[in-house]
């Protein structure tokens, strides 16, 4: 099997699917979110370690006791999709071996790998960093246009996922956007959960160690009654709304 770029592990994840989950985060993203916690996992190689699938394999099999009934493996990143024809042999072997898996994806990346690795994938936690196609690609440089074809395809196959979405104060947070997401996916029945994700500042230091600026250095976090907010309309198209 073709070798994986991984940039690290997360052994004991509670935040990226659910119950207790072995977390990858692989290299490589096509998006260029204003706000990314992540900017190492960015480029395709980076400071990542190409990483053979058996050895991911039998790490995940020997924390399968831990995971319970609710947990397992979340590829994350970066973006997944971007290395998804390496990752579909491991997926095989990781259903053979009956644990649940989840993608963590922005949806914008689509070929026939990509379609066979949602197909074997158990849950897809799927980023929809704006509706608002000016604004996405103002804040991620790229069209949401594959994102929200990605939510169809997954709705058309019977696919569970997950809806999640980043409240940026004066990017994500326009309450006309908001209602405009509660209207495109309100009538989506294979959406599980949808999680309102407050923005945080955690990455701003990845910057200054890569020597990159940090665009967003003006913006501060959420305040509770703009998360109330926002709670509240998406509440009203949403039942399964979750506040992280």
Known sequence: MKAINVHSYESMGTF????????????????????????DTIDMVGESHATSPQYILEQAKSMKPFFGKRGGVTFSGGEPTVQAEALVPLFEQLKKAGIHICVDSNGTVW?????????????????VKEINPERHRHITERSNERTLQTAAWLEEHNHPFWLRYVLVPGLSDFEEDLHALGRHFKDYKQIERVELLPYHTLGVHKYESMGLEYKLKDTKENTPEQIDRAEAILR?????????
């Open 111 to 127: 070929n026939e790998h990509v379609e066979r690795l949602f197909s074997l994938a158990d849950l897809i936690l799927l980023d």
């Open 16 to 39: 990226d699917g659910p119950g207790l989950r072995y977390v990858i985060f692989l290299q490589g993203c096509p998006f260029r979110c204003l706000y990314c916690a992540n900017p």
């Open 236 to 244: 009203t198209y949403f039942p399964q709304l979750v506040v992280n």
